[in-house]
């Protein structure tokens, strides 16, 4: 007989969860000049003191409570290329504390011997629609485009996050996924600002934000935008129709940053406030990172010449199919690509692709990882890596199970800014770690348990640790069918 777990049961995990998630008080620096016609500066983070960085809807994360963990006798990546043989990992009030061969277990700390298992840094998404585009799939849930209009840089993907999308916890049990960035789609040029989440239970998205992540803005190129909007007899319908939208759209943006920069510096009449114009005041300031969806090698290069023309920065092309082309320029203008292991095929722009992909920008030296873009990939991130990893060793790029690790962790940490916080098992970073039952590349492995900030979120061997949401249904082994 099939059981699902109730809502009642589920009611009793939101009571906790409020409980341990409630919000933290957040100050306010000085406002500017005129209070009523500037938003307020915030105090921290990103872009302190600045208007374009004010955040009306603050994170209240709070990390939930862990024990003083100390894991032996289990082989580590640290995800930063480093591998330790029979290692130990000790982590105590949400952080890293040790990671080395041999660790003395101080008192009361609890012990899991790792024999035969492996350790990582939790995996980090950086292109997911969890939330936006949750399940179940339907129109009432499609709340991942506002396809009105080229440029939406004026939304917001957080508030279209569902927290009880399902999709959150099977990323979390199947996949180790501890941290996503999650976007708007890509029908616009502009498509709006991406929001960085830990993969934790919340009733909220405040109580799911990142602290101190910079926001991300979406955008694209290529057939999206000029199909949308060219199907609709307007502006963009081509390729160049996209590249005039978007430098349009900057010079803009370029005039309302030096009016905000001179009423902020000299005082005066303030200028009328802009919402999207905010976000790209953001990003031509360097707090906010360019999170570009872009397929073709020619593409990325135009895109590369505009930023310069603008003065704003690419932070990561996502999919990027044939970036492997232009290595060598991604390396010189310190921007990553986020791609997939073997999609292809879908679409003309993503005809190019090769398996050797992720490899060869290694090998280039530039920043490179794996994404998802998908609810069902991003369960299994460490597989589609392994396909990967293959294909570089069948070109003879020989690179290490280690080395490939930073492919799910460190380098999407640095594409989002938050690799000083996350994305590698160094002391003083936050305790997202999986313990994984077997060597992850295999396809036969499974994460064992998943911690967030020290704290164990999932558990295989303890059924009161197997998660599920009212809105999936149950599956044999999962937990909550009996």
């Not at 809502?7 to 939101?14: E, I, K, N, P, S």
């Not at 081509?238 to 000299?266: L, P, S």
Request: one cysteine or more.
């Amino acid at each position: 007989m099939t059981k699902r777990v109730g809502r009642g049961q589920m009611l009793m995990v939101a009571v906790a969860a409020s409980a341990l998630l409630a919000g933290c008080a957040t100050d306010n620096a000085p406002r500017p000049k005129t209070a009523a016609a500037a938003p307020p500066a915030a105090a921290k983070g990103p872009g302190a003191g600045k208007g374009y960085n004010h955040d009306p809807f603050p994170s209240t994360y709070k990390r939930y409570p862990g024990t003083s963990t100390l894991v032996t006798h289990v082989t580590i990546y640290d995800g930063e290329g480093g591998k330790i043989d029979n290692g130990s990992a000790l982590f105590a009030d949400g952080k890293i504390v040790a990671i080395g061969g041999s660790i003395a277990a101080p008192a009361g700390v609890t012990v899991i011997d790792g024999k035969g298992k492996y350790l990582t840094p939790g995996i980090i998404d950086i292109h997911s629609h969890l939330g936006d585009y949750p399940s179940p799939g339907v129109q009432a849930n499609s709340d991942g485009n506002e396809a009105t209009s080229p440029v939406t840089a004026d939304v917001w993907a957080e508030h279209s996050i569902w927290p009880q999308d399902p999709g959150f916890s099977r990323a979390l049990v199947n996949g180790g996924v501890t941290t996503l960035q999650i976007l708007p789609g890509s029908a616009n040029l502009f498509g709006g600002r991406s929001a960085v989440i830990k993969n934790v239970y919340a009733r909220t998205v405040q109580q799911m934000k990142f602290p101190g992540a910079p926001y991300g803005l979406k955008m694209a190129c290529g057939e999206n935008p000029k199909r949308v909007y060219g199907s609709k007899g307007r502006e963009p319908s081509t390729r160049m129709g996209n590249i005039a939208v978007d430098r349009q759209t900057w010079a803009r943006a370029v005039e309302y940053k030096r009016k905000w920069d001179k009423y902020e510096k000299d005082g005066g009449e303030p200028p009328a406030r802009d919402i999207g114009m905010d976000t790209l005041r953001g990003v031509l300031a360097g707090e906010i990172l360019v999170q570009n969806h872009c397929y073709r090698a020619d593409e990325m290069a135009i895109v590369m010449d505009m930023a310069k023309e603008f003065g704003y920065h690419v932070s990561t092309f996502h999919h990027a199919v044939e970036a492997y082309k232009i290595g060598d320029l991604l390396k010189q203008n310190d921007t990553c690509a986020a791609v997939w292991a073997d999609w292809w095929g879908f679409k003309m722009e993503s005809y190019d692709a090769i398996s050797e992909n992720l490899a060869l920008l290694q090998k280039a030296g530039a920043c490179a990882m794996i994404h998802s873009d998908d609810a069902n990939g991003i369960q299994r991130l460490n597989q589609e890596v392994a396909k990967a990893l293959a294909a570089g060793r069948r070109a003879g790029i020989n690179l290490s199970d280690a080395l490939a690790w930073t492919w799910l962790t460190i380098n999407p940490a640095k594409a989002l800014g938050i690799a000083d916080k996350t994305g590698s098992l160094k002391p003083g970073k936050m305790a997202d770690l999986v313990l994984w039952n077997n060597n992850p590349f295999s396809v036969y492995s499974r994460p064992e348990m998943v911690w967030i900030d020290g704290a164990l979120l999932y558990d295989a061997n303890n059924p009161k640790l197997r998660p599920v949401s009212d809105f999936e249904l149950g599956q044999p082994g999962s937990g909550d069918v009996k």
